[in-house]
């Protein structure tokens, strides 16, 4: 069982910046995938960013250009950092970790955007 632990998130108004990461308890180097999904009220869960295989970067359309989503091994930490964040932006954010054996999700840290 892997551990994810969730942090940062809050409330920010319309073109500020958020951070969120997520520490996973065992090593990341070979994951499948790590990164964050998110959910607005309503709708379906859906991917934001994610780090696939040792090197490779996935970004939704939406916010590419605006997020941008690192990994630290030593750390086993995935971080995502949000800028010009728009009120679509608001929802829960998971973190998603995926490796032989073991697929799971952090418990989802709130991301509120004020226009």
């Known amino acids: 069982q892997v551990q994810l632990v969730e942090s940062g998130g809050g409330l920010v108004q319309a073109g500020g910046s958020l951070r969120v990461s997520c520490t996973a308890s065992?090593?990341?180097?070979?994951?499948?995938?790590m990164g964050w999904y998110r959910q607005a009220p309503g709708k379906v869960r859906e991917m934001v960013a994610l780090c696939t295989g040792t090197t490779d970067i996935k970004y939704h359309e939406s916010v590419k250009g605006r997020f941008t989503i690192s990994r630290d091994n030593a750390k086993n930490t995935v971080t995502l950092q949000m800028n010009s964040l728009k009120p679509e932006d608001t929802a829960v954010y998971y973190c998603?970790?995926?490796?032989?054996?073991?697929?799971?999700w952090g418990q989802g840290t709130q991301v509120t955007v004020s226009s």
């Open positions: 065992e090593s990341i180097f070979n994951i499948y995938a």
């Open positions: 998603y970790f995926s490796r032989p054996g073991f697929v799971g």
